[in-house]
T-cell receptor
C-alpha cells in the first residue's frame, strides 16, 4: 500500500537557520508533490507544488526538491523566523487528479 | 471575500446521534472533499465530489454520508454507525484538481 513518511518528531531550530523537512514515500509514482502549512486548530494552506519532471522549486524563502529515484522530497525554509513555526504536510497526487495522499506532517519550532 | 466556510467550529455528539457538518464555498470550484484528521496523523479522505449530484467514497467512508445538491455546498453527516467519530474534520475544494483550498475545520467530540 502507498505510504508517506514524515518525521513525526518536532524539529527545533534557531531563528535565522535553515529548516529542512523530509518527505519519503513508497509504493507510489506521483505526478506531483505538494507542501502545505497547518497552524494549530486550522486548515492546511497550500505552499508549493513540484511536478515529477522538476528537480527544484523556489518561492521566496522556501525551496522544494523532488527526487523520484530516491522517492524523497526535501522542504527548506531559509532564514527561518518564529512565525514559521507550524506543522508542514506533504501530499502526493497523480494525473487522475482526483485525490491527494497526505503524510502525517512534521512540526517545526523556530526559537528566537 | 472568496473562501470556504465550515460550521460549526466545535460540535458535541451523544452516542447514537447523527450530526451534520456544513461546508460552503463561493470560489466556484467544481471539486470538493472531506477529510478526517486525528492527532499527530495525516489527513484521510472520507468522500469527494467532482460535480453536482455525484460523489465517491474515499479511504474511510464507512459511517459517513454526503450530498452534493448545489455546487457551493457539500455537507457531511456522521452517522451512529461511525464508532470513533471524535476527530478534526476538514473540507476542501479545488478548481484545478491539484491545489486544494481548505476550510477552518470542525472539531467533533463524542460525549
Amino acid at each position: 500500500s502507498q505510504k508517506i513518511e514524515q518525521n513525526s518528531e518536532a524539529l527545533n531550530i534557531q531563528e535565522g537557520k535553515t529548516a529542512t523537512l523530509t518527505c519519503n514515500y513508497t509504493n507510489y509514482s506521483p505526478a506531483y508533490l505538494q507542501w502545505y502549512r497547518q497552524d494549530p486548530g486550522r486548515g492546511p494552506v497550500f505552499l508549493l507544488l513540484i511536478r515529477e519532471n522538476e528537480k527544484e522549486k523556489r518561492k521566496e524563502r522556501l525551496k522544494v526538491t523532488f527526487d523520484t529515484t530516491l522517492k524523497q522530497s526535501l522542504f527548506h525554509i531559509t532564514a527561518s523566523q518564529p512565525a514559521d513555526s507550524a506543522t508542514y504536510l506533504c501530499a502526493l497526487g497523480n494525473n487522475a487528479g482526483n485525490m491527494l495522499t497526505f503524510g502525517g506532517g512534521t512540526r517545526l519550532m523556530v526559537k528566537p | 471575500d472568496g473562501g470556504i466556510t465550515q460550521s460549526p467550529k466545535y460540535l458535541f455528539r451523544k452516542e447514537g446521534q447523527n450530526v451534520t457538518l456544513s461546508c460552503e464555498q463561493n470560489l466556484n470550484h467544481d471539486a470538493m472533499y472531506w477529510y478526517r484528521q486525528d492527532p499527530g496523523q495525516g489527513l484521510r479522505l472520507i468522500y469527494y465530489s467532482q460535480i453536482v449530484n455525484d460523489f465517491q467514497k474515499g479511504d474511510i467512508a464507512e459511517g459517513y454520508s454526503v450530498s452534493r445538491e448545489k455546487k457551493e455546498s457539500f455537507p457531511l453527516t456522521v452517522t451512529s454507525a461511525q464508532k470513533n467519530p471524535t476527530a478534526f474534520y476538514l473540507c476542501a475544494s479545488t478548481i484545478d484538481r491539484v491545489r486544494q483550498f481548505f476550510g477552518p475545520g470542525t472539531r467533533l467530540t463524542v460525549l
